[in-house]
């Protein structure tokens, strides 16, 4: 039997266990990245550790998201990165040169290789064949110093493509068209391996769009093959001699096979609160906007932006509303100031925003009370974009460009037809800092606070249910991104007062009051960003157990990192305040345990979502706890 493109990555990969769905194994990592949201707290892990320098052949630490730093924290944070970046032996790419995974496939991406970054968006580098996971920072510290990371190993879904896209409709229609139809919960549990002849029609940078977005769907990675195109991309990159090709065997067995025909996209619009809450544009052209935001990790390419600037040539952003461009990487900026795609811009009325995250996570160009911003980014949560009064929607380019031009939302396909011109890569490698090692000492601000001790879980957890949250919370509903706390990713004391903020402002203090507690969420708890402060807020506030109808892939992997209990159980009879008692004597993985009631004067069966190593971890404290006593 032959085997598809995951099968041979992972099985030149394994190092502990067996390439078996369901069964737990642990991976060597090539490459790992981190980026200054998670980035400060992953080598603060690091330190944890106690090594003396990275022991993956490749580290990155990027500085992207709150690149424009809107507190000196913030600087501070920066400049704790690149010393210990350098001071530890990792590359650091300094503020302006890009979104972290935008720079990764240009200057790093290998086919067959294996990337760990603590960013959920790092499948992105699954554009050229690369096995590129998101994971949590702690995971990622850990890969950093040369251990092993481990997962489940997930099923894989063939998603065979066919066909052409015809004009008016990208790669952000087909991401879209397949959240539409297998839902942000979809692809929990497996990965989704490109496949069928209208691969070939796709540039690198539409794969990236779509391997990106990717994760919305809670797919573990995406992966494409690598091929032909995949060796013009990095030729033109001046990283020819680093190509291989790499294709799923022509018997490959899949677990499921999802077929799109390219040909049959159109325009789609995924509107405010979840990205599977996509619509076709005949639902929503003509919705008033107030924003239009072109760029991010997922359409900020130099294959994008020339489409953009061609389609605005001549035309003018409507008056009432306000458009940003924001290049995915300081390649791409080099590149439109080269053929005039900025000046257009500006002609256009355009404002043109430095390469990085920044608005992305609402650091800038927040909408205001009720307004609509159309992005072409990859999250539509309310509060993603900086607060919980702005809705964002989710399109493509095409569309982002016809709808600034129009004032409202609007069909590209209506746009006389442009196309993309293929031009010399620009490489220059000017903010990507190599690393001088010990000799550079590392620069901390009393932001830079270092993690309490993580300690071991004792027989039994005790307290009351503090918070009980709906179906669907994101990452972003538990510790919020943007300006509220962005300065304080590395301060955890100060960060953990804004966990719950806006479901519930007297959470951190209630959580405080009662010396930590239990939390109560329902389907899919913990989706979207991989922020491991969303874990370890709640674990800094003494949160010792999240029981769930179910749980992200990465949340819940940071939750057992953090040391909190992550059980799985139906929630519907357990209110918020009722008192629960938990023996931990017989843990032990997918084995349910009883869960005492005592406000109710009930028990209940809760299965702890773990592995046998999982259950190890959690019991010793946490992941850092858990390597510090094995390693020594
Ligand atoms: Fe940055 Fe937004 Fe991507 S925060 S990494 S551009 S999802």
């Excluded at 879904?157 to 990208?170: A, C, D, H, Q, Y």
Aim: glycine share 10%.
């Amino acid at each position: 039997m032959g085997e598809s493109i995951v099968q041979k990555i992972l099985s030149q990969h394994v190092a502990d266990g067996s390439v078996v769905p369901g069964q737990e194994i642990g991976l060597v990592i090539d490459q790992c990245l981190t980026q200054d949201s998670t980035g400060t707290m992953a080598w603060l892990e690091f330190e944890v550790l106690d090594l003396e320098r990275v022991q993956a052949p490749l580290v990155v630490s990027y500085n992207d998201h709150t690149s424009l730093a809107f507190k000196g924290e913030s600087s501070d944070d920066h400049m704790f990165l690149q010393t210990s970046a350098s001071h530890f032996g990792a590359l650091y790419s300094k503020a302006g040169n890009g979104v972290c995974h935008q720079l990764q496939y240009e200057r790093f991406a290998v086919p067959g290789k294996t990337l760990l970054g603590s960013d959920s968006h790092t499948p992105t580098c699954g554009s050229l064949a690369m096995m590129a996971i998101g994971a949590g920072g702690m995971d990622v510290a850990v890969a950093m110093g040369g251990g092993f990371f481990y997962m489940t190993v997930p099923k894989v879904i063939k998603v065979e493509l066919t066909g052409r896209l015809p004009w008016g409709s990208s790669a952000k229609d087909v991401i879209l068209h397949l959240l539409r139809e297998i839902s942000v919960k979809g692809g929990v549990g497996f990965i989704l391996e490109y496949d069928g002849p209208g691969v070939e029609t796709l540039s690198i940078p539409e794969r990236a769009t779509i391997t990106n977005m990717g994760a919305e769907t809670g797919a573990t990675t995406s992966i494409f093959p690598s091929d032909e195109v995949t060796h013009d991309f990095m030729t033109a990159q001046g990283r020819g001699d680093q190509w291989k090709p790499l294709c799923a065997d022509p018997d490959a067995v899949y677990d499921k096979v999802i077929h799109i025909d390219l040909s049959q996209m159109r325009p789609l619009v995924a509107m405010t609160g979840m990205p599977d809450n996509v619509k076709d544009m005949i639902e929503v052209a003509g919705t008033h906007l107030d924003q239009v935001y072109i760029g991010s990790c997922t359409n900020g390419s130099y294959r994008d932006l020339q489409i953009a600037a061609k389609l605005l040539k001549g035309r003018h952003v409507a008056p009432t509303l306000d458009c940003i461009v924001s290049p995915g990487s300081r390649q791409a900026e080099q590149m439109l100031l080269q053929d005039g795609s900025i000046e257009t811009f500006i002609e256009a009325g355009v404002r043109v925003i430095e390469p990085g995250c920044n608005a992305c996570i609402g650091i800038g160009f927040v909408p205001g009370n009720g307004h609509l911003s159309l992005r072409t980014v990859n999250r539509n949560w309310v509060g993603r974009g900086g607060t919980n009064k702005g809705y964002l929607a989710l399109s493509s380019v095409e569309t982002a460009v016809a709808s600034a031009i129009a004032g409202c939302i609007a069909d590209p396909s209506k746009l006389p037809q442009v196309s993309y011109e293929e031009r010399p890569y620009v490489i220059d490698t000017l903010l990507f800092l190599e690393p001088e090692g010990p000799k550079v000492a590392i620069r901390r601000s009393p932001n830079i606070v270092a993690i309490k001790p993580q300690k071991p879980m004792g027989d039994r957890l005790t307290g009351r249910v503090l918070l009980k949250v709906a179906d669907g919370i994101s990452t972003d509903d538990i510790l919020p991104a943007g300006p509220l706390t962005q300065h304080l990713r590395s301060n955890l004391p100060a960060i953990a007062q804004f966990v719950f903020h806006y479901q519930d402002p007297t959470f951190a203090k209630r959580a405080a009051e009662a010396g930590g507690g239990f939390i109560v969420g329902g389907e899919n708890y913990g989706q979207g960003s991989s922020r491991e402060h969303a874990a370890l807020g709640p674990w800094q506030l003494g949160i010792k157990a999240v029981l769930a109808r179910s749980f992200a892939r990465i949340h819940c992997s940071n939750l057992v990192n953090a040391g909190i209990l992550p059980l799985q159980c139906d929630t519907g009879d357990i209110d918020q305040e009722d008192e629960l008692i938990i023996e931990l004597s017989n843990l032990s993985p997918g084995k349910p345990m009883r869960v005492e009631n005592r406000t109710k004067g009930r028990q209940m069966d809760a299965t702890p979502i773990l592995t046998k190593r999982q259950a190890e971890i959690v019991q010793s404290g946490g992941l850092l706890a858990y390597t510090r006593q094995r390693h020594g």
